[in-house]
């Protein structure tokens, strides 16, 4: 009887060790039946003509190295043992228990444990009202509640089941575990002595003083303070809010992994989502990875994967062409990074930038840009230079640069739209289907819809050719409505590209139609040159006029009127009494080369500017009577 109580005593309490695999000694022979030695006590009395050994005072009873003591106790047949008040059960230095009472019952192998039971081995201490253990099936519970305490944390439920052979105790209904670190509260547990892991097999959350998570399966390892929550797994700090499949916890690391429909938000904004999200907790950083997007009150951010910085609010994109979207922008890569000491983003690999707002697209290869000031600095693209459409009046406008630069003001003009201010810089190149234009460098903005062109700026309208130091563009709505050709200014236009009619002067606004020039007007040092036609169209003369202003109007690049502001100078001379090439007013040039006609224009070398003198005029005018 020694025997097997010490055997059951042993397989009991090692459920509850630290770190410590329970060790069950066999009885040698279990259908034997066992016997109960009495060491001590102050009063023995025979009853039931000696089947029962009642023992009272000081009681001690032993089986090989577990001793028992209590106030009193009954021996049924060296089989039964009862014993009351201040029971103990102690075997060596290491284990001892405690209860009001304990039944054991040598043939059914079942010993029961009752009222304030405590069992003590190191650190670990079991209270509950009621213990049972089956030697036969090495299986231990309780059903009236029981608590477990080791160093700093506390684990109790309303059943618990240990499985001395699997080495496994099951805590199911009601089960709360608290710890220094954190709280946790289940339906089911089951604790892997020889793994060390506490495994949720029902719905679990996990409390501390900054976070809570929640899951329905999973697993947790004390030795190494990781985790795995999976089934509806949820991570909540703070306004941060995390969903995944599983996620993974690595505490000496602070790293979540959140895998399989990965989420995370924060506040009213901030949403991140990817088949793979980890979280750094000591950098406040997440890697997203596989169709990942991140949302704040700025931009939506997409891409294949993305680095975000919450700290700084920086990120790096790249694979899957990196998307990012704030409205009214959108901009596309290969890549994106963030540099937070300049507040900017760079997007490298065919970028994408759209102003949805504008109608406006760059395109380049290379880009830096801010969402919250719509600033855009394109470079590089094909050779090497970046490319802007936008739609005018439902017509499509490239242009071509060395570099464009973009700014979107917190402003709005007077329709509501956000106001935008372009400039674009070396070897500028302009293409629609009624305007052609190029220049060293340009400026745009949207308040005033002037389209300013700087250094050896040339205009083509038509069959016209506008140059002048400085050339500004007004439009009206989306459409070009006049043109300010100022210093060096000069318009040429030739229905014919054989005689040029030629208007000069200090400042010259040319105003134009649906199709072509209309009409320029000429101030200081107004100059003019044009051809007379008759009704048929055959030339009659050319005129050579100067005043201090005039206006000419014109059809078809052919002059119709000519109206003088002042007294003018000059005279029509025959057509055959004209040298052509002398009678061109200084600073001509027809520069047709140099015009952009088809998308291919805007790239490549820079044009050259024409030196050869144009053709000459055919003979049969020259001689012409």
Known sequence: MRQIISIWWVILLSCFSTGLAAQVTEPEDSSAQQIVNIDNANELRLLNRGAVQRLIGEVELSQDSIFMYCDSAEL???????????????????????????????????????????????DTELYTERLDYDLSTKLATYHTGGRIVNKETELSSRHGYYYAEEDLVFFRDSVVVIDERFEMRADTLRYDLAMERVYFLGPTVIRTDTNRIYCEAGYYDVALDQAVFSKNAQ???????????????????????????????EGEFQRATANRISYFGAEDRYKLEGAATVVDSNR??????????????????AGGRPRVSSPPNIILADKMDYDPELDLSIATGAVIFRDTSADLTIEAENARYNEATGYVKAYGGRDNRPLLTALLDQDTMWMAADTLL?????????????????????????????????????????????????????????????????????????????????????????????????????????????????????????????????????????????????VLEFSEGAVTRIRFLSAPSGKMQPMQAVDHEAIKLEGFRWEIDRQPKTLDDLFGGRAVIIKEPLPAVPPEVRNEE
């Open 76 to 122: 049924v047949n060296e089989v039964q043992v009862y014993a009351y008040e201040n029971v103990i059960i102690q075997q060596g230095d290491s284990l001892a228990a405690f209860a009001n009472y304990l039944d054991y019952n040598a043939e059914s192998l079942l010993a029961l444990l009752r009222g304030e039971v405590v069992l003590k081995r190191g």
């Open 235 to 265: 991570y909540k700090s703070g306004e941060r809010l995390a969903a995944a499949d599983t996620i993974r916890y690595f505490g000496p690391e602070e790293l979540y992994i959140l895998e399989g429909q990965a989420f995370v938000a």
């Open 300 to 317: 939506t951010v997409t891409g294949d994967t993305i680095n975000y910085n919450a700290a700084v609010g920086s990120y790096a994109v």
């Open 406 to 550: 973009s700014l979107q003001s917190d402003s709005v003009d007077a329709n509501g739209d956000t106001i935008r201010y372009l400039s674009a810089y070396h070897d500028v190149r302009i293409l629609k289907s009624d305007l052609q234009a190029v220049c060293d460098s340009l400026g745009f903005n949207t308040v005033d819809s002037i389209l300013t062109l700087y250094e050896d700026p040339i205009l083509w309208q038509d069959t016209s050719q506008l140059i002048g130091d400085t050339i500004s563009v007004f439009f009206k709505g989306q459409s070009p409505d006049k043109v300010r050709l100022q210093r060096n200014a000069m318009v040429i236009t030739t229905p014919d590209l054989i005689f040029f009619n030629q208007v000069k002067g200090k400042i010259i606004e040319a105003f134009f139609d649906s199709t072509s020039l209309s009409r320029t007007e000429v101030n200081g040092n107004a100059e003019a040159i044009y051809y007379v036609v008759d009704e048929e169209g055959a030339y009659v003369g050319v005129n050579k006029t100067a005043c201090s202003s005039m």
